[in-house]
């Protein structure tokens, strides 16, 4: 049996996030999948940067872009992307449709 300190991944993914949650001091909200100048709410820096992965799957954490600066920034969609939740589609149909009706 494993012993109760034996973590599994999705545990170990939990705590990261958590710890950077509790260590990020801004949060900036960008567009999905368009490059957008942003500015460091601490010092002010500014970058250009973009979020091209999906927003639900992971938010993005960096330290601030001027060496100067200590912040740790969380980058995440504003919300304005398109739904990335797959539609309802029945694929493999037309063989049912084919064999419904035809005797070989």
């Known amino acids: 049996m494993a012993s ?3 973590q599994i991944p999705e545990d170990a993914r939990a705590l990261t996030r958590r710890r950077r949650e509790e260590r990020v001091d801004a949060v900036i909200e960008l567009p999905f999948g ?3 100048t942003v500015a460091c709410p601490v010092c002010g820096k500014s970058k250009d940067v973009g979020i091209y992965v999906p927003p639900a799957k992971s938010p993005s954490w960096t330290s601030c ?3 100067d600066c ?4 969380k980058l995440q969609s504003d919300g304005t992307e398109a739904s990335m939740d ?3 589609v029945q ?6 449709a084919a064999a ?3 005797e070989s």
Not at 70 to 73: N, R
């Open 4 to 6: 109760e300190s034996t």
């Open 91 to 96: 694929t493999g149909l037309d063989r049912f």
């Open 70 to 73: 200590d912040a740790f920034l």
């Open 100 to 102: 419904g009706g035809v």
């Open 65 to 67: 872009w001027n060496w």
């Open 86 to 88: 797959p539609e309802d």
């Open 34 to 36: 368009e490059r957008v």
